[in-house]
């Protein structure tokens, strides 16, 4: 007898939050979290089976619904896949002690839960926007001290967060809400409340806007955006676009009040919180974190390793300096192909050009993720999140659905990432996959060449 998908994903979601319970901690790696880990991988497995059957229903409200029952299990448990909810609510502790987030880490106060948090990030500086260090410093305010209430509470933000971003894309595409249901968004927004969600909901209600003539609230929600994490800037000059070129012709006094929007919300809530442009500072925090799921990162350890091989292991850091300094380069051209597809087709058919700026925006917000100095499976979150406000064909969409199963693999219940026990496999895969796209684009070029121009 087939079990119904439904169910099927509860089971899966209650054998997660039971992992949590047992191998939501760091240590000890006794036998309970032994099988904890276990049990998870077992969750996740059973809810990547029973989300991909759900993948031709297209009904918002069955979906909704499903994703709604799938969470249960997860509110009542610890959070897994990552502990930076425990870093968010010491940052808002820090915050409302008046303690500048851009120059000291946690232990600084210290905070009330200063133990919950991971060693790394106990010390490091806040990257942050001034919207979000004024959230969590609410958050802290109302918890006085409860841990488990202030974890409630960041739930209850990243919720938000996701139902801006099922609002927003029901509006852009009258589409369904799969991803709401995808293993991705359960394990890194609902049970990790990680704060990309709340991010990429102001991003998609500022591309709403677009559609609805509203420059100023689209670049008002592009600045809340930005206030929680500086790379939501990445999607603005594809929002302009939309704003600049509408159905009818151009707007040119259009872009002026997005510009002002944007920098005006930022500047308020800046001026509001005392943090403004200092997270230029903190962006440099974990630029000492070395792992291969940053592809630049990864050809820089595989060409470190070489070196080491050849008698000069002090050129490790140097290579893979070299390597991120390349990535921003490559990203930067990249960013800057994609903008000009997307302004051509704006140009070209402003009515029909929601869809593939969109596109553009969330392929955007992706390669500033897995092309910056660090990538982890939650960064991808604002991407996939603008993505799902297009309607997703072919092979985008089967490689967006493989990324919202596969990312939520690369991380134990108790944060510990698996990309920190394979660096050496994940480099030679990272220089696999460069070559690979080498050739692939080489072959392209020639076939182009080798194809005669069509005549009149």
């Known amino acids: 007898m087939r079990l119904n998908p439904r169910w099927l994903g509860l089971a899966a979601t209650t054998l997660l939050a039971l992992s949590g319970f047992l191998a939501g901690k760091p240590l000890p790696h006794d036998a309970a979290w032994v099988t904890g ?8 497995l059973l809810l990547a089976r029973a989300w991909w059957s759900l993948r031709g229903v297209s009904a918002p409200r069955e979906l909704l619904v499903t994703a709604a029952i799938w969470s249960a299990p997860l509110l009542v448990a610890p959070p897994m896949g990552a502990l930076d909810v425990y870093a968010y609510a010491c940052q808002g502790q820090l915050f409302d002690a008046g303690i500048n ?8 106060l ?3 839960w200063l133990s919950e948090v991971p060693p790394l990030w106990r010390d490091t500086p806040t990257p942050y926007g001034p919207l979000w260090f004024a959230l969590s ?11 488990i209430l202030a974890v409630g509470l960041f739930r209850l933000l990243a919720i938000i967060g996701l139902v801006l971003c099922v609002a927003a894309a029901h509006r852009l595409t009258d589409g369904n809400a799969l991803l709401a249901a995808s293993p ?18 102001f991003l998609l209600t500022a591309f709403a806007f677009t559609t609805r003539g509203r420059s100023g609230a689209a670049g008002a929600a592009v600045g809340l955006a930005a206030a929680v994490k500086i790379t939501a800037l990445v999607a603005a000059p594809f929002a302009m676009l939309l704003v600049l070129f509408r159905p ?21 809530l ?22 291969w799921l ?9 060409a470190g390793y070489v070196l080491r091989a050849a008698g000069r292991p002090a050129a490790f850091d140097t290579a893979v300096a070299v390597a991120r300094a390349l990535g921003f380069v490559v990203l930067a051209a990249l960013l800057l192909i994609l903008w000009w597809r997307a302004a051509r087709t704006a140009r070209r058919s402003p009515g029909e050009a929601l869809d593939p700026v969109l596109t553009a925006a969330g392929l955007a917000l992706l390669a500033t993720a897995v092309l910056g100095p660090v990538f982890y499976a939650w960064y991808a979150l604002a991407g996939i999140a603008l993505l799902a406000g297009t309607h997703l064909t072919g092979r985008l969409r089967t490689g967006v659905h493989v990324a919202v199963v596969g990312l939520p693999f690369l991380t134990l219940p108790d944060s510990l990432g698996l990309a920190t026990k394979t660096k050496l496999p994940g480099a030679v895969l990272d220089v696999a996959l460069v070559v690979t796209l080498l050739v692939r684009l080489a072959r392209r070029q020639t076939r182009r060449r080798q194809t005669p121009e069509l005549t009149d």
């Not at 410093?137 to 841990?147: C, E, F, N, P, S």
Request: hydrophobic letters at 50%; glycine letters at 16%.
């Open 110 to 112: 210290p905070c009330t």
């Open 248 to 268: 009818g012709g151009p707007c040119r006094r259009a872009p002026f009040g997005f510009t002002a929007a944007l920098l005006a919300t930022y500047a308020v």
């Open 137 to 147: 410093g609410g958050v802290a305010w109302l918890a006085h001290g409860h841990l």
């Open 270 to 291: 800046a001026a509001a919180t005392g943090h403004g442009l200092g997270f230029l500072r903190a962006l440099g925090s974990t630029a000492e974190l070395k792992q």
């Open 294 to 302: 940053s592809i630049p990162t990864g050809v820089g350890m595989a």
């Open 37 to 44: 880990v276990v049990v998870w991988f077992a969750g996740l």
């Open 101 to 108: 987030l851009y120059e000291h880490g946690p232990s600084a």
């Open 184 to 201: 991705l968004v359960l394990i890194h927004v609902v049970s990790g409340v990680h704060n990309d969600i709340l991010l990429a909901g």
